[in-house]
């Protein structure tokens, strides 16, 4: 997929998928080399939580951070965080990509740990 074809898709989810303070969105960013993940309230438009690969507690452990074991360990990690905040529900946000990979490993880990979505 293109860039621009990302973009096209990026918009037609954004315009279904809304998050609020209740059930915020997780939105997933994918790039060549690492993977962000953030709990985002769309009616203020705050960032809640946040985690990716650039987090020391991940990066440390790692060969290399563009894996789907990476993807899992940032999914394990912002659950537990949100889990913390009480936040159990979320609406997923997969940034234009297909669900496959690296984005449905995090969204699976997400979910291991009791995310709901």
């Known amino acids: 997929m293109t860039q621009k074809s990302i973009d ?10 809304k998050g609020t303070s209740e059930k915020p969105r997780l939105s997933v960013f994918r790039s060549n080399n690492h993977i962000y993940a953030q709990l985002i309230d769309d009616v203020i438009g705050k960032t809640i939580l946040s985690s990716s690969t650039l987090d020391k507690s991940i990066s440390s452990g790692l060969d290399s951070t563009s894996t789907c074991e990476a993807s899992i360990l940032v999914g394990k990690l912002l659950a537990k965080k949100s889990l913390e905040a009480n936040i159990d529900k979320v609406v997923f946000d ?23 979505f």
């Open 94 to 116: 997969r940034g234009g990509h297909i669900y496959h990979g690296r984005i449905k490993a995090l969204a699976d880990a997400a979910r291991e740990e009791g995310l709901k």
């Open 8 to 17: 096209k898709v990026k918009r037609r989810i954004r315009q279904k998928v």
